[in-house]
T-cell receptor, first 113, second 114 residues
């Protein structure tokens, strides 16, 4: 069990550029979650997949954000036309069942300059 | 919508002593889960302990235990025999009510004094 992995770990981009992050969940977990965490705050839920189906999206997920999990394994989170307010840690978590117990990856820290 | 409140932004405890971190939540659901997560500096979130709302018995994991008061909607974490490695941000989280994402509090920064 290698745990949840995320790449890249750090990303610096200029405002207006597009960025894409990848999450690889624990292999037997069929549920995958994305969160955003800003400094001094707890993680905020963005979206959730069960297998390849995106079942829930937070109102925080603006039209510039899109997430996919094409084969029910890894997932990508894309942010288009980045803004300085998008600077945050983006966390991915996976879960094996409906008991809400989620295992987190190390996160991708995004800095928009 | 569910909310989670951690009223202690920072707590400090001497090594080997006991500390209790507070958490309250608001929900209209009867079936849900509660969690404490630990986030060391620059490291990933680690699940410390979980509690199912339908269980009356408080969860315990080694030096970590909870005091779950369902009627009061309170879920505190007690850390016994504090160790330097316990220093971290601690987040209380709620799961349930048909929302599949967890709702987190703002966290408590725990400092362990040697």
């Amino acid at each position: 069990d290698t745990g949840v992995s995320q790449n890249p770990r750090h990303k610096i981009t200029k405002r207006g550029q597009n960025v894409t992050f990848r999450c690889d969940p624990i292999s037997e977990h069929n549920r995958l979650y994305w969160y955003r965490q800003t400094l001094g705050q707890g993680p905020e839920f963005l979206t959730y997949f069960q297998n390849e189906a995106q079942l829930e999206k937070s109102r925080l997920l603006s039209d510039r954000f899109s997430a996919e999990r094409p084969k029910g394994s890894f997932s990508t989170l894309e942010i288009q036309r980045t803004e300085q307010g998008d600077s945050a840690m983006y966390l991915c978590a996976s879960s094996p069942s409906t008991n809400y117990e989620q295992y987190f990856g190390p996160g991708t820290r995004l800095t928009v300059t | 919508a569910q909310t989670v409140t951690q009223s202690q932004p920072e707590m400090s405890v001497q090594e080997a002593e006991t500390v209790t971190l507070s958490c309250t939540y608001d929900t209209s659901e009867s079936d849900y889960y509660l969690f404490w997560y630990k986030q060391p500096p620059s490291r990933q979130m680690i699940l410390v302990i979980r509690q199912e709302a339908y269980k009356q018995q408080n969860a315990t994991e080694n030096r970590f235990s909870v005091n779950f008061q369902k009627a009061a909607k309170s879920f505190s974490l007690k850390i016994s025999d504090s160790q330097l490695g316990d220093a971290a941000m601690y987040f209380c989280a709620y799961g349930g009510g048909g929302a599949d994402g967890l709702t987190f509090g703002k966290g408590t920064h725990l400092i362990i004094q040697p």
